[in-house]
């Protein structure tokens, strides 16, 4: 079956814009989970959501938000870029909770120039 | 806020030594996770450890989880260049919030 799929996989803005990325969920999954993945920080958690519902949530500034559809496919959305945001942003499925194995896309690589 | 450390940051090894990973949490965990991601790619989960002093292995590959459910190995026995790439604990905590370690890159040198 198909995996999770993210688009874009790269795109470059300017400082100021917005960016909206996009993940598709396995079929079935209704969990999914963004992260941002730097190399001076890894993996770090920006939220979760399951049944269009926001159930947890990192540390992040309210710029980062996201939301999920009926179908489970999921956005993220991050407003007035920063130099700081370039990173990999991954998103990761499970089938119906947060405690099982987490199954990530490719990711969406996004530089702020 | 809760903290997964991981140690070493990198790993160098002559292909055949063994190879060592830890995780130490500052909270108590429901259960830790292991993923590895090869270079370029993405993480690919590998194991989870649940119960308190567990012990898993996958071939080469030996996973603990400490007997306080705070800290974590994982050890890898003769490492072949097919190892290569960044090793990850990812805790989770009483809230099922999943929060990774820095992760442990590996290189191998043939």
């Known amino acids: 079956k198909a995996g999770v799929t993210q688009t874009p996989r790269y795109l470059i803005k300017t400082r100021g814009q917005q960016v909206t990325l996009s993940c598709s969920p396995i079929s079935g999954h209704r969990s999914v989970s963004w992260y941002q993945q730097t190399p001076g920080q890894g993996l770090q958690f920006l939220f979760e959501?399951?049944?269009?519902?926001?159930?947890n949530k990192g540390n992040f500034p309210g710029r980062f938000s996201g939301r999920q559809f009926s179908n489970s496919r999921s956005e993220m959305n991050v407003s007035t870029l920063e130099l700081g945001d370039s990173a990999l942003y991954l998103c990761a499925s499970t089938r119906d909770s947060s405690t099982g194995e987490l199954f990530f896309g490719e990711g969406s690589r996004l530089t702020v120039l | 806020g809760q903290q997964v450390m991981q140690i070493p940051q990198y790993q160098h090894v002559q292909e055949g030594e063994d190879f060592t990973t830890y995780c130490n949490s500052s909270?108590?965990?429901?259960?830790i996770q292991w993923y590895k991601q090869r270079p370029g790619g993405h993480p690919v989960f590998l194991i989870q450890?649940?119960?308190?002093?567990e012990v898993k292995k996958q071939k080469r590959l030996t996973f603990q989880f400490g007997e306080a459910k705070k800290n974590s190995s994982l050890h890898i026995t003769a490492t072949q260049t097919t190892d290569v790439g960044t090793y990850f604990c990812?805790?989770?905590?009483?809230?099922?919030?999943?929060?990774f370690g820095q992760g442990t890159e590996l290189s191998v040198k043939p």
């Open positions: 959501y399951f049944s269009e519902t926001q159930r």
């Open positions: 909270t108590t965990l429901s259960n």
């Open positions: 450890l649940v119960k308190s002093g």
């Open positions: 990812a805790g989770q905590n009483q809230g099922g919030k999943l929060i």
